[in-house]
């Protein structure tokens, strides 16, 4: 079965759900090279051979900085992803820790079938979060990102 190329479900802002609408009637990937540049807000911070680093658009909330770091080729699962591809991710999340100078945050891919992971767009993406520090142990929110459901 082939997964949905985008997932109303999982939409978070109205703003991206309104360009996910105009990408479906095209039947267009917002990640894919020839969509990415004219529906993507934030400008490429980095272009490597097997991916782009950008903000991500639609920050998740708290945090300090969202970064997206995109498969350029159109895949969907961790099976199509070559070590030359991982290598040059790890090289990306370290040029991305240094000038920033992360203190600390977290590294997220989700794959396959949009309905079991809360992603919105399959084409096979990471995502680097940086939250902030506890405030108030009982004040100070968690920052959530979804991977999934229960069973
Ligand atoms: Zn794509």
């Known amino acids: 079965m082939k997964n949905k190329l985008l997932n109303f ?3 978070r802002e109205v703003a991206q759900k309104v360009k996910m609408k105009e990408l479906a009637k ?3 990937c917002p990640f894919c090279p020839k969509y990415l540049k004219p529906y993507h807000d934030n400008p490429i911070e980095k272009t490597g051979q097997y991916w782009v680093v950008t903000k991500n658009d639609y920050p998740y909330p708290g945090t ?3 970064y997206l770091i995109i498969h350029r080729k159109h895949i969907e699962h961790l099976k199509e992803i070559s070590k030359p591809a991982l290598a040059e991710l790890a090289d990306h999340l370290k040029w991305l820790s240094k000038k920033y100078k992360l203190p600390a945050g977290g590294l997220t891919i989700r794959f396959g079938n949009s309905d079991y992971t ?3 767009v399959a084409h096979l993406h990471a995502h680097l979060l ?3 520090i506890i ?3 009982n004040k100070t929110k968690i920052l959530n990102f979804p991977i999934g459901y229960q069973k």
């Open 9 to 11: 479900r999982h939409t």
């Open 26 to 28: 095209i039947g267009a």
């Open 64 to 66: 300090n900085h969202h």
């Open 118 to 120: 809360g992603a919105s």
């Open 130 to 132: 940086v939250g902030g």
């Open 135 to 137: 405030k108030s142990k």
